[in-house]
Nanobody, 121 residues
Framework: QVQLVESGGGLVQAGGSLRLSCAAS????????MGWYRQAPGKQRELVAA???????NYADVVKGRFAISRDNAKNTVYLQMNSLKPEDTAVYFC???????????????WGQGTQVTVSS
């Protein structure tokens, strides 16, 4: 079983910064792509940023230039640095990881429990 535990959410004023962390634990061979998604009330979950196992990032257009995703493979952790936050960034942020196991040989998607980010105007 694999667990993803997020931390770092909270309340911040517009223009402020937050850093989210997501640590993976459990039995697995490798973490492939990892990413952050968010879901605002009444809206669908959307991709914010993702990063490959080799560290290549990609971002949703609405966060480009403000957010930065990174990972520490030694710690099985992915981060999301969020700068210049806007009220429209308010949402529950979820960590996602594509987890590769050898017994059985397969890749599955796992999700964290979510962390609330609230940006006040």
């Amino acid at each position: 079983q694999v667990q993803l535990v997020e931390s770092g959410g909270g309340l911040v004023q517009a223009g402020g910064s937050l850093r989210l962390s997501c640590a993976a634990s459990g039995r697995f061979f490798r973490l492939n792509a990892m990413g952050w998604y968010r879901q605002a009330p009444g809206k669908q979950r959307e991709l914010v940023a993702a990063i490959t196992s080799r560290g290549s990032p990609n971002y949703a257009d609405v966060v480009k230039g403000r957010f930065a995703i990174s990972r520490d493979n030694a710690k099985n952790t992915v981060y999301l640095q969020m700068n210049s936050l806007k009220p429209e960034d308010t949402a529950v942020y979820f960590c996602n990881a594509q987890v590769f196991t050898t017994t059985p040989l397969r890749e599955d998607a796992y999700w964290g429990q979510g962390t609330q980010v609230t940006v006040s105007s």
